[in-house]
């Protein structure tokens, strides 16, 4: 059985895999075989005798933990078996933390650092008192916004007559009078000035990733970005102007409208506030958004296309999104990008970790080569579709000469166009038939 999350194979010992040991005890626990291949097969030990009776000490005296060390036997061959496990607090190696992710142990290093350690410790990063902050810093119109949308939510308790004060406590945004982190992203004046990446990078491309047309860089608090983002898409980025607060419509835009809502919340809510800035890309067949953060423990790519528990990089945040109506709090909004995309008759949305944070793609139409070579269309197929496109329709004597092939597998190409895939539409019969797209 080859490695896993919570199981490390090596056919002998040396000191340096006390970091697969922190590994495991800093993620869920897991167990190191000594004297096993990267495949399981045991190869045997011949030290044996004294790695059983010095690993323990060497664990305790190098990292302060306890481990179950046992002598395992296969045939005539020893192995040792090191069970680690989960510890509730941070556990390093001369001062550096490695962490158990897949089949890695991977440093943990800067922002990734700075979260374990929060987390580890019951608090998050925007639960932390920002120490310089004060009531001044807070944009009371951001917080009129915010009141406004959470009546029509009803998910806000009276607050009418609370001051400014009274309200922020109320939301969990202060300790003790002082301003947290999640006050600032929320409604801070000038945010930009506690976290200089406070900011959604747009940008519209033309053929290629290096082909930047035109850029826009919008700043400001959460509540005014949420505002303000989809303004400038639509102002400038997109044909065709999209309905924002449409979010349970399905429109036949370019995009629907609950996919790029969501897309937008999720990047805002749940990204990496130490991280980059939240980086739009606009093209002319498909749209993406990027936000620095990789997804919580224990949730992988596959687990968004269900239902799947909800588990807020910053809670406050998301508790206050979620009172204004911009959020729910089941695990739903991926769900929503999906559902949303296949209603409008659009290809599977592409959600991918990329670069230490979360990728997300919407695609415009599936007539896109990459799409249908996907689908199961062979090339001259696609030829005839990407014609289709270009030309409004395709003749059956258009597709021989195309391609340059009999009439009688043209009718056979064509026809499954038709019938399997569901692609074209036949108008006539025989060899005056046209062919147009569904």
């Not at 007559?161 to 006050?183: P, S, V």
Request: glycine share 8%; proline share 3%.
């Amino acid at each position: 059985m080859p490695e896993a999350q919570n199981v490390e194979y090596k056919q002998n010992w040396h000191d340096d895999y006390l970091k697969w040991i922190v590994g495991f005890a800093n993620a869920n626990g897991g167990t190191i075989y000594i004297g096993k291949d990267d495949y399981g097969k045991v190869v045997g030990l011949q030290d044996y005798k004294k790695l059983l009776e010095d690993l323990p000490n060497k664990v305790w005296d190098k990292l302060g933990v306890m481990v179950e060390v046992n002598l395992q036997k296969e045939g005539e061959l020893y192995y040792i078996e090191i069970l680690t496990p989960r510890y509730a607090i941070p556990i390093s190696l001369r001062g550096a933390y490695y962490y158990r992710s897949g089949s890695t142990n991977q440093e943990l290093k800067g922002n990734a650092l700075v979260e374990f350690l929060l987390r580890k410790s019951g608090k998050t990063w925007d639960d932390i008192i920002e120490p310089s902050a004060s009531l001044d810093d807070i944009d009371e119109g951001s917080v009129k916004l915010f009141i406004q949308d959470a009546g029509k939510s009803g998910r806000l308790p009276d607050v009418e007559g609370l001051t400014l004060l009274e309200l922020l406590g109320k939301l969990r945004l202060l300790d003790e009078e002082k301003i947290k982190r999640a006050a600032i992203v929320l409604f801070g004046k000038d945010p930009g000035r506690f976290f200089p990446n406070m900011v959604v990078k747009i940008g519209r491309f033309g053929t290629s990733d290096d082909d930047l047309r035109f850029q826009e860089v919008i700043e400001g608090n959460l509540i005014r970005l949420l505002k303000e983002v989809p303004e400038q898409l639509n102002h400038k980025f997109f044909t065709k102007s999209i309905d924002f607060e449409g979010l349970l419509r399905i429109e036949k835009g370019e995009y629907p409208t609950a996919a790029l809502r969501e897309m937008l919340l999720n990047a805002l809510v749940h990204r990496n506030y130490m991280g980059s800035m939240v980086q739009i890309r606009v093209y002319d067949n498909h749209f993406s958004i990027w936000n620095e953060g990789t997804l919580p423990e224990g949730i992988t790519i596959d687990a968004l296309k269900r239902q799947h528990y909800s588990r807020p990089r910053n809670p406050i945040i998301a508790d206050v999104c979620f009172k204004a109506g911009y959020i729910d709090v089941w695990g739903r909004g991926t769900l929503k990008i999906y559902n949303s995309c296949k209603e409008a008759g659009l290809p599977e949305p592409a959600i991918a970790e990329q670069d230490g944070g979360l990728l997300v793609t919407l695609f415009k139409d599936i007539y896109q080569e990459e799409w249908l070579s996907k689908l199961g269309l062979n090339e001259r197929q696609i030829k005839a579709v990407l014609f289709a496109k270009e030309n409004g329709a395709i003749s059956n004597a258009k597709y021989v000469q195309l391609v340059n092939i009999s009439r009688q597998t043209a009718t056979r190409d064509l026809a499954e166009l038709v019938s399997k895939f569901n692609i074209f539409t036949q108008k006539g019969v025989g060899a005056g038939s046209v062919y147009i797209l569904n």
